[in-house]
């Protein structure tokens, strides 16, 4: 799925900074635990993967697409299957409508510089704006493809921002979504946009200024490659 020799030619710093985001956010935190038992299956490892690949970037509360299905338009071949790959994953917490018109976009690129990237936007009330992915036409070097470059992209464009080390959401290797990714998406899209977290953290996180805002009147970006 992604380079042999590299996480999709420019990649792994994405993965070290959000470690390094959730490693200073856990040392701010408060020496006390976590909310109560989580509800609706998931347990508090489920809501710290979710806090270290979403939340840490908004103060602990969630980042995803307020409306599902989310509209996708795509100019690339195989787009419709790579998203619906998170679709069964997910068991069907996250689906899809595809047209000529979509909030996440699916381009073709020239660039040899990476075998895709995801240009991200939200709002500080957890809401997602805008997404565009830019695929490689050239994939030598991008292990499992065009197809598989594809879907872990799709990832990104729906809210797993970062890179874990394991499954499709690994930048140096695996093909398939692994359980923990499934789980991710499960419960992302069980909660609302802008839902704070904190609670069911084992270590409550503590910080002085929040990226959070109701009013929706901040905007962040990120490009993931």
């Given at each position: 799925m992604k380079q042999q020799l590299g996480p999709r030619r420019a990649r792994c710093w994405v993965l070290a900074l959000l470690a390094?985001?959730?490693?200073a956010a856990a040392s701010c935190g408060g020496g006390g635990g976590g909310g109560g038992g989580s509800g609706g299956g998931f347990s508090t490892a489920d809501y710290q993967f979710l806090y270290t690949y979403n939340a840490v970037l908004l103060s602990g509360h969630t980042i995803r697409w307020a409306n599902v299905p989310i509209a996708v338009s795509f100019s690339v071949d195989g787009t419709q299957?790579?998203?619906n790959r998170w679709n069964s994953a997910s068991s069907g917490a996250v689906s899809f409508s595809f047209g000529?018109?979509?909030?996440?976009?699916?381009?073709?690129?020239?660039?040899?510089?990476?075998?895709?990237?995801?240009?991200?936007?939200?709002?500080s009330n957890g809401r997602m704006t805008s997404a565009r992915v830019l695929i490689a036409r050239n994939q030598a070097g991008c292990a499992g493809g065009a197809d598989d470059t594809l879907a872990h992209e799709a990832g990104h464009a729906i809210g797993f921002i970062g890179h874990d080390s394991s499954g499709l959401m690994n930048p140096f290797g695996g093909q398939a979504i692994s359980t923990q990714e499934a789980r991710f998406m499960r419960l992302l899209y069980s909660l609302a946009p802008g839902t704070d977290i904190n609670g069911f953290l084992k270590l409550q996180t503590k910080q002085s200024q929040s990226k959070y805002d109701a009013s929706g009147q901040r905007s962040y970006s990120m490009t993931i490659y």
């Open positions: 390094a985001l959730a490693l299957a790579a998203f000529t018109s979509g909030n996440i976009t699916v381009d073709w690129t020239d660039s040899n510089s990476y075998c895709g990237v995801t240009f991200l936007t939200w709002s």
